[in-house]
């Protein structure tokens, strides 16, 4: 399980560097890219509470296998596309199947551990999850500069071909059989709603920069708005009707968890976004190979680990909601140390030009990543865990997806101009905003986090959201 939910979330990261490879054998265009890289995660987000549900009526052992196969057979569909606007679609596909795949992991870990072993078996589990957004842009950058039998890029793809098929025969072997709960009615006109309101966001922010923001692009952001409106409402009236709707209604009703919705949405499309930009100045401005390029990112994933463990082990539990604050402010000061070295690069750049901002910027990402789902969780009730937990869990990718499209943007608005650095500085300044706007809404956050035993217990109830804690 470990295995298949590490290759799901690594796919969110690894193509981040494959920018300047598929320019050069699709014609892809920098619209192209933020699709290929934010479609994935656009997608995953969509669909990661229905997956949830999927699992408690059919079965998660059933669902686990379906997602595994599906996810499997996209990652070769990626792998042979043969213009950028099938690999697009095939991305979109790929993270439906994802969507599927990655919520079952921790209701099969509920349904076959228990006691101290569940205990042991969580401490893996969210650390070695996490080993995929930072493994990600250097195993892709890696496989693409190593071209190994002249496959260039698709070995981002192909990768998961092994891998997927020797996790379907363990699984196949291994994982008991259990009946899922025929009773559970899955809300589909919920989730078509969440689908169709988050494409209406993402196509214009995406697609907006290069059509020079016509009015279509403000109307479907508006019927986007709308869109979500009506899921509140129709989350409502499922509910009011005695059927179980895809989120709990009583949640958007308390003003913590809302305002915590938010400041995950910001908080994670800064973080995604600043981290792609990051990528695509090392490679497009500074001419770094794809696998330079995927180790320019270790200073950033060094960093995150030093504040995330920092926070974890003694900080967050010593100043409380504290942490949410002084980590966006270790995060300004890395970006604006940043814009230093930036503006004093010498002729000949090397990553460690640069290195010191981006670890100063990864241990303030690392500080807030590690706490803000236990704040955020800390207003809800018990019951109401496994929701809730599903709900930030699929705002976390929806907002990483958002965060491409408009750092993307701001990024290739001057880069086509040949000012990588002025696209960077520009990015950084979108960053440092959505970080200001976050420590604002963390004073509404309650001031102690939710207990690590209690977000635990509640855990089976959390993948019945799609959680991904």
């Given at each position: 399980m470990l295995v298949a939910e590490i290759m799901d979330l690594l796919d969110a990261s690894i193509v981040n560097v494959a920018g300047p490879a598929l320019e050069e054998s699709l014609g892809a265009s920098s619209v192209g890219l933020q699709w290929v890289i934010g479609g994935y995660a656009l997608t995953l987000g969509a669909g990661l509470i229905l997956g949830g549900r999927l699992g408690d009526r059919y079965g998660r052992r059933r669902m686990f296998l379906a997602g595994l196969f599906s996810f499997?057979?996209?990652?070769?569909?990626?792998?042979?596309?043969?213009?950028?606007?099938?690999?697009?679609?095939?991305?979109?596909?790929?993270?439906?199947?994802?969507?599927?795949?990655?919520?079952?992991?921790?209701?099969?870990?509920?349904?076959?551990?228990?006691?101290?072993?569940?205990?042991?078996?969580?401490?893996?589990?969210?650390?070695?999850?996490?080993?995929?957004?930072?493994?990600?842009?250097?195993?892709?950058?890696?496989?693409?500069?190593?071209?190994?039998?002249?496959?260039?890029?698709?070995?981002?793809?192909?990768?998961?071909?092994?891998?997927?098929?020797?996790?379907?025969?363990?699984?196949?072997?291994?994982?008991?059989?259990?009946?899922?709960?025929?009773?559970?009615?899955?809300?589909?006109?919920?989730?078509a709603l969440v689908a169709v309101s988050c494409g209406l966001l993402v196509l214009p922010l995406n697609q907006g920069q290069e059509a020079g923001w016509p009015l279509w692009t403000w109307l479907c952001m508006a019927a986007s708005c709308a869109g979500f409106a009506a899921f509140a409402v129709q989350q409502r009236r499922t509910a009011a009707r005695g059927r179980e709707p895809l989120v709990t209604p009583a949640l958007l009703r308390k003003p913590a968890f809302t305002v915590g919705l938010g400041g995950i949405a910001l908080f994670f499309g800064g973080l995604v976004g600043s981290q792609l930009v990051l990528t695509l100045f090392l490679q497009i401005g500074q001419h770094f190979t794809a696998g330079e390029a995927g180790l320019g990112n270790l200073?950033?994933?060094?960093?995150?680990?030093?504040?995330?463990?920092?926070?974890?082990?003694?900080?967050?539990?010593?100043?409380?909601?504290?942490?949410?604050?002084?980590?966006?402010?270790?995060?300004?000061?890395?970006?604006?140390?940043?814009?230093?070295?930036?503006?004093?690069?010498?002729?000949?750049?090397?990553?460690?030009?640069?290195?010191?901002?981006?670890?100063?910027?990864?241990?303030?990402?690392?500080?807030?990543?590690?706490?803000?789902?236990?704040?955020?969780?800390?207003?809800?009730?018990?019951?109401?865990?496994?929701?809730?937990?599903?709900?930030?869990?699929?705002?976390?990718?929806?907002?990483?997806?958002?965060?491409?499209?408009?750092?993307?943007?701001?990024?290739?608005?001057?880069?086509?101009?040949?000012?990588?650095?002025?696209?960077?500085?520009?990015?950084?300044l979108v960053q440092s905003a959505l970080l200001l706007v976050f420590l604002a809404l963390t004073v509404l956050l309650p001031k102690k986090a939710r207990p690590e035993e209690t977000m635990h217990a509640g855990a089976g109830e959390a993948e019945k959201a799609g959680a991904a804690v």
């Open positions: 499997t057979a996209t990652s070769l569909l990626c792998a042979l596309a043969p213009n950028i606007e099938w690999l697009i679609v095939f991305r979109l596909l790929q993270g439906t199947a994802g969507a599927m795949l990655l919520p079952q992991g921790l209701g099969l870990l509920r349904e076959n551990f228990s006691g101290p072993e569940l205990t042991k078996v969580f401490g893996i589990f969210g650390p070695v999850l996490g080993l995929g957004g930072i493994v990600g842009p250097v195993l892709g950058g890696g496989l693409i500069s190593g071209d190994f039998f002249g496959l260039g890029w698709r070995l981002v793809f192909l990768v998961n071909l092994p891998i997927g098929v020797a996790a379907l025969v363990l699984a196949w072997i291994f994982v008991p059989k259990r009946p899922g709960d025929r009773t559970v009615v899955v809300d589909t006109m919920g989730a200073p950033l994933a060094v960093g995150t680990a030093i504040g995330g463990a920092v926070s974890g082990a003694f900080l967050a539990e010593r100043i409380g909601r504290a942490v949410l604050q002084v980590g966006p402010l270790v995060q300004l000061v890395g970006a604006w140390l940043l814009w230093y070295e930036l503006d004093h690069l010498g002729t000949s750049f090397t990553i460690w030009d640069i290195a010191p901002g981006v670890t100063v910027a990864g241990i303030g990402a690392g500080m807030v990543i590690a706490a803000l789902f236990s704040f955020i969780l800390a207003a809800v009730d018990d019951n109401e865990i496994g929701s809730a937990s599903g709900v930030l869990s699929a705002v976390q990718s929806i907002g990483g997806s958002v965060g491409v499209a408009v750092f993307g943007s701001v990024f290739f608005a001057r880069a086509k101009t040949g000012d990588f650095t002025g696209g960077f500085h520009r990015a950084l």
